[in-house]
């Protein structure tokens, strides 16, 4: 298994959780981990990216602020901590390893294939 996404479920506007994502060895020792959602008939996107080398982070916008990715590189686990959740936060969330884009910004997914993702649900 390549990665086991864990920890979603449902919360009112403004509550708090916690995403882990338990990955193989191969797919932690990528240059980044990082954190995807796709909500109802929406294409998947980028949310959050730490890189293995220095721990640099980055983010959507739309989560600046608000959402906090960590590591346990003993674990091979990656966490996204998500406060002040909004119901547009809704969707399945996802782990992948990630790569730099044209652009230089890692928020690309490195591998084609996915977990089965963990749906977080903010009610308004």
């Known amino acids: 298994v390549h990665v086991v996404e864990s920890g979603g479920g449902w919360v009112q506007a403004g509550g708090s959780l916690r995403l882990s994502c338990a990955a193989s060895?191969?797919?932690?020792?990528?240059?980044?981990m990082g954190w995807f959602r796709q909500a109802p008939g929406k294409e998947r996107e980028f949310v959050a990216a730490?890189?293995?080398?220095?721990?640099?982070?980055n983010y959507a916008d739309s989560v600046k602020g608000r959402f906090t990715i960590s590591r346990d590189n003993a674990k091979n686990t990656v966490y996204l901590q998500m406060n002040s959740l909004k119901p547009e936060d809704t969707a399945v969330y996802y782990c992948?390893?990630?790569?730099?884009?044209?652009?230089?910004?890692?928020?690309?997914?490195?591998?084609?294939?996915w977990g089965q993702g963990t749906q977080v649900t903010v009610s308004s």
């Open positions: 992948n390893g990630v790569r730099a884009s044209s652009g230089g910004d890692y928020d690309s997914p490195l591998f084609g294939f």
């Open positions: 060895d191969f797919t932690f020792t990528s240059s980044a």
């Open positions: 730490i890189r293995r080398s220095d721990g640099r982070s």
